[in-house]
């Protein structure tokens, strides 16, 4: 396929300014919408790369925004929302999927990559989940109605910049206790780059049409195991304790009003189902070699984190002096 121009709904995020990046790199004029452009200034600097500020959720506006691209990729995704109706997941997920479907056809734009989550379906245990599925359907029946459509269904994303092993590492150095809920829930973490890779690689792939592929890393772990090896990384001594059903929901119910939302009543109903790949992993389907968590996670978070405890020691030392 000739795909030169390629639009990219959600590229300042994590998984999207690799993704940016990677399309550089394939000679690919990006155009990247976002709702602030200031948030964006990491991607000025590449000299194929557009940056657009855009309400996407105004129907004409996204179909001016999306207009001449060969190709639109979709990663807008949240993990949150105030309250717990699922209203914010519907927006993000499943109203603005329809517009960018109507949008591509509006401006005749044939290719369309989506980013879904692994286990979303409509009848879903979370409203990210259900939202995610419904979404996800939506692609595909427009895949049935003439767009060459594929959807990616990935665990949990780690790489540089991500907010899982980050966000853990962050708790472990603020305090001396981690109370952590679901630690036996399962994930099989994806690499970053072999998500992206995975992009690259299904763009102009015919093969790829209407397909939904599955993306997981080479092992599986619990979440306590994945706290505990962050713990390792980051040098950390705070204790991990494992909660029990009753006191996670109890701590959902109270993280979910703190600033951020650690965690929520909805993050917890989604890890009831295992963040597992159960049949063939998408990864090895387009050739792509998963990378190992061991190989990735202690270049960035031994790295930083290494450094954060240098400059306290630095402190505390200036501070002796003082005294």
Same mark, same amino acid.
């Given at each position: 396929m $000739?795909?030169h121009?390629?639009?990219?709904?959600?590229?300042s995020?994590?998984?999207?300014?690799?993704?940016?990046?990677?399309?550089h790199?394939?000679?690919?004029?990006?155009r =990247?919408?976002?709702?602030?452009?200031?948030? !964006?200034?990491h991607?000025?600097?590449?000299?194929?790369?557009?940056?657009?500020?855009?309400?996407?959720?105004?129907?004409?506006?996204?179909r001016?925004?999306?207009?001449?691209?060969d190709?639109?990729?979709?990663?807008?995704?949240i993990?949150?929302?105030? &309250?717990? $109706?699922?209203?914010? #997941?519907?927006?993000?997920?499943?109203?603005?999927t329809?517009?960018?479907?109507?949008a591509?056809?509006?401006?005749?734009t044939? @290719?369309?990559?989506?980013?879904?989550?692994?286990?979303?379906?409509p009848?879903?245990?979370s409203?990210?989940?259900?939202?995610? &599925?419904?979404a996800e359907?939506?692609?595909?029946?427009?895949?049935?109605?003439?767009?060459? =459509?594929t =959807? #990616?269904?990935?665990?949990?994303? #780690?790489?540089? &910049?991500d907010?899982?092993?980050?966000r853990?590492?962050?708790?472990?150095r603020?305090s001396? =206790?981690?109370?952590?809920?679901k630690?036996?829930?399962?994930?099989?973490p994806?690499?970053?780059?072999?998500v992206?890779?995975? %992009? *690259?690689?299904?763009?102009?792939?015919?093969?790829?049409?209407?397909?939904?592929?599955d993306?997981?890393?080479?092992?599986?772990y619990?979440?306590r195991e994945?706290?505990?090896?962050?713990r390792?990384?980051i040098r950390?001594?705070?204790i991990v304790?494992?909660?029990?059903?009753?006191?996670?929901?109890? $701590?959902?119910?109270v993280?979910?009003y703190?600033?951020?939302?650690?965690?929520?009543?909805?993050?917890?109903?989604?890890?009831s189902?295992?963040?597992?790949?159960? &049949?063939?992993?998408g990864?090895?389907t387009?050739?792509?070699?998963? *990378?190992?968590?061991?190989?990735?996670?202690?270049? %960035?978070?031994?790295?930083?984190y !290494?450094r954060? @405890?240098?400059a306290?020691?630095r402190?505390?030392?200036?501070?002796?002096?003082?005294?």
């Amino acid at each position: 396929m $000739q795909i030169h121009s390629v639009c990219v709904l959600g590229g300042s995020g994590f998984v999207g300014s690799h993704l940016v990046n990677r399309l550089h790199m394939e000679g690919c004029r990006v155009r =990247v919408l976002t709702r602030h452009r200031e948030r !964006s200034r990491h991607l000025l600097v590449i000299p194929t790369v557009e940056v657009v500020e855009v309400d996407v959720h105004d129907p004409m506006r996204l179909r001016e925004a999306m207009g001449g691209s060969d190709a639109v990729i979709n990663l807008v995704g949240i993990l949150n929302e105030r &309250g717990d $109706q699922g209203r914010g #997941f519907h927006k993000a997920h499943v109203e603005l999927t329809t517009r960018v479907i109507d949008a591509c056809k509006r401006n005749g734009t044939r @290719r369309l990559l989506h980013m879904s989550a692994l286990h979303a379906a409509p009848q879903g245990p979370s409203n990210y989940l259900r939202s995610k &599925g419904i979404a996800e359907d939506h692609v595909m029946a427009a895949g049935s109605a003439g767009l060459q =459509v594929t =959807v #990616f269904r990935p665990s949990v994303i #780690f790489g540089p &910049g991500d907010s899982f092993l980050n966000r853990f590492a962050r708790l472990l150095r603020l305090s001396p =206790v981690l109370p952590l809920a679901k630690p036996n829930a399962r994930f099989a973490p994806v690499f970053v780059g072999d998500v992206v890779e995975a %992009y *690259a690689r299904a763009l102009r792939d015919k093969a790829t049409f209407g397909r939904r592929y599955d993306l997981c890393g080479p092992r599986i772990y619990s979440l306590r195991e994945l706290v505990l090896y962050t713990r390792e990384l980051i040098r950390s001594r705070t204790i991990v304790i494992g909660l029990g059903e009753t006191l996670s929901r109890l $701590q959902a119910g109270v993280m979910e009003y703190v600033p951020g939302k650690p965690l929520s009543r909805d993050n917890l109903r989604s890890l009831s189902i295992d963040s597992v790949c159960s &049949g063939e992993n998408g990864l090895m389907t387009l050739g792509i070699t998963p *990378a190992p968590l061991e190989t990735i996670a202690p270049q %960035y978070l031994a790295h930083r984190y !290494s450094r954060a @405890r240098y400059a306290e020691y630095r402190s505390e030392a200036g501070r002796a002096r003082a005294y």
